[in-house]
Structures are given as C-alpha cells and as structure tokens.
C-alpha cells in the first residue's frame, strides 16, 4: 500500500501575505482600536531605548562561511534540561486578553505545540492555573512585592498550579511613562469613556470577540495573577492600580525566594554585568537580559549592546536575551553575543491580534524556518558552531571574531 500523503493546509489569503514578523503589525492596526494598539506596539515617554534596541540588531552583520555542507540544519536548543525546538519562546505579556480572546491560553497551546516556551505574565488577564493546564510549556513571570507577607502565598500559588520556572521582573520598581498609548486612550486600570467607546464601536470584530463575550459570559478581565488572589478589575473610573510595593523590593527578598522555590529561578530586566554577578551569587538560575523592550526607561542603553559584557562575567549563569528581535538573524546575533535562549514579545502580540490562533502559528513557523535558513546561509548546522561564524559591529568598528 501506498502512504497517504499529508497536504500541508493552506493559509488564509490574507495571511499568507505575512511573509515575516513585520507584516503582522499593520494587520492588527486594521482589526485593534486605536488606542489598544498604540499599547501594544508602543514603548515609554520618547521611544529612544525601543529605538536603540532596533538598531543594535541593524548595527551587527555575519560574516558568511560557503561550500559547507548544510543539508542537514539542526536548530534544536536545550534548556534547563529540556530541548526545545528552536532557540526562541514567547516573552511575557499583560493586558494579552485584551488583544485577542483568550490570548494567554492561545499563546501557551501554541507554545506547546510549537515545542517551545511561553512566559505567562503577572499582568495576564487569565488565572495562572488555567494556563499552565493549557500548554505544559509555560513559565510564570512575577511581579513581586517588597513585602514578605505577599511574597510567600504568592510563591506557594505559583508551586501548586504546577510551574517549574519563574521569572522575576526586576525592571519594574516604578511605572514606566507610556506617553504615547495614554495620548490614545490607553492608561491601566483602563478608564471607560466615550472616546473609547467609539474606538470599540470601530472595531465591531473586536468588540464583539474580545470584550462583550468576556461581560456576557460574567468573566469580566480582571487582574487575575498580581497577588496570590484575584486582582482588581481592568476597566474602573477610580480605582488606582497597585504595584505592590515594588519599590521595596531587593536582593534581600530574591534570596529569600530561592531558599522557598525549588524549581528554577529567573530574573528578567538585569542590564549590568555587576548585576549578573549578584545574580548568580543569590543561586539564581538564570537571567533575561532586557530593558523591557523600551517600556520602561527611555535612557537605557541597548539590550543588546550589553549582552556579551554580561555574558563574558558570569560562569554558572544560564543568560538570555528579549528586546527587539524580529528576524531570525536577530535570535543568531544574541546567541552569537552569549546568549542560550532569545524571547520575542510584541511582534507575536500583534500576530495575536490579526489573526488569533492562525496567525500566531504562522508567525511561530515563519520565525523558526527563518532561524533555520539563516543558519544554512552562514554555513553552520547547529547552534554551537557559531564560534566558526563572525559578527561585525559596523556602528564602532569591533568585531567578534571567529575562531581560527
């Protein structure tokens, strides 16, 4: 007997116009309200720290190696002990539910599927036990209090729903100033009015897929995984968001997390090689180097520019990367620079939102084919070789040579 052979399924027209993670932003302009999508695909007061970490991927270039033997591309990846298909997950997110239905349990099957992790955020919209239940790939990321007392319950919560991994932001003592979705309408908790009504009767798809399903089934978004109890709700006139005493939150407390949590411990938002150090001094496993994708501080330097400084002081460290990337180039640049492990965040947000479900597994593909292909055009099989590639830095003339 033959095999039956498996057609592969056709994309939708308009996705199959997607050719790479770009393409999905002017998608979701057309499908999100203005002022959600300003917070999506926004960054902090003037945007120079978003803008910095674009360019630094721009900046950089292989030097290619030709006639080698490329036929058989490998781009799987281990980490912490699990292999991964490819060198890239999905970085934390808030306010996802709000870009497209059930985005956080969208983001974490897909993961899941994709062979990949998803990093749930605490500013998600959707209980932290749902999805961890949908996609067995998920890690949760932390906004923790400088308070003992919150700290604690919210460890063991995190411990029972079954996580293995959690990430602690660090970048977020204060709110940063997000000027540009504000100007829109977007501010958190988000302030009903007419004008975002009339954004909402715009997007009639939306309105209807997104919000008025979440009222009418009595789940209105709240924010769910702040605390170890359910959190405010999103939409309120008065009500002020808590930070949670973020503020007062120190390596004193990291510590102190590590001597509760027996699965593996992250930090998220380290930008100093001395912080790296304390880092790894604390026991934690491994760190996210990032500036929060420009969201935060605008007077920050590239992520990327300090990558390798940091990569280059810690020994025991497991260093990752986000902020930035859209290509698959960009994933080889970081772990060219020292990183095990690269996250993409609004790029896969804004496929969310054009497409939900098809659109973020295209974007998964697109973005693992082009690691793929990337690395058969450098002329390397496999993620360790790199040390047989260069990488120019044309913005100061240094390079990061091959080896002999």
Known sequence: MHEREVTPRRLPRVMEQALCLND??????????????????????????HRRNLRAFAERAFVPNVLVDVSGVDTTTRLFGVDYASPFGIAPMGFSR???????????????QAGLPFILSGASLTRLEEVRQAGPTSWFQAYIPGDEDRIRPMVERVERAGFDTLVVTVDTAVHGQHELAARHGFRSPVQPSLDLAWQGATRPGWLWRVLLRSFLSGNAPHFENMDA???PPVFSRTLVRDIGRRAGLSWTHIERIRKRWTGRLVLKGVMSAADARMAEKAGVDGIIVSNHGGRQIDCAAGALDLLERIADQVDGLTVMYDGGVRRGSDVLKAIKLGARFVFVGRPLLLAAAAGEKVALDHALSLMKDDIGRTMALLGITRLDEFDKVALLHDGRGTTVEADA
Do not use: H, Q
Not at 27 to 36: F, G, K, N, S, Y
Not at 99 to 105: Q, R, T
């Open 24 to 49: 999905f932003e002017p998608m979701a302009e057309r499908t999100l309200p203005r002022a959600i999508f300003k917070y999506v695909s926004g960054y902090s007061e003037d945007g120079a720290t």
């Open 98 to 112: 709000l870009v497209a239905p059930d985005c956080d349990v969208l983001f974490a099957r897909s993961a899941a």
């Open 229 to 231: 109890e359910r959190g």
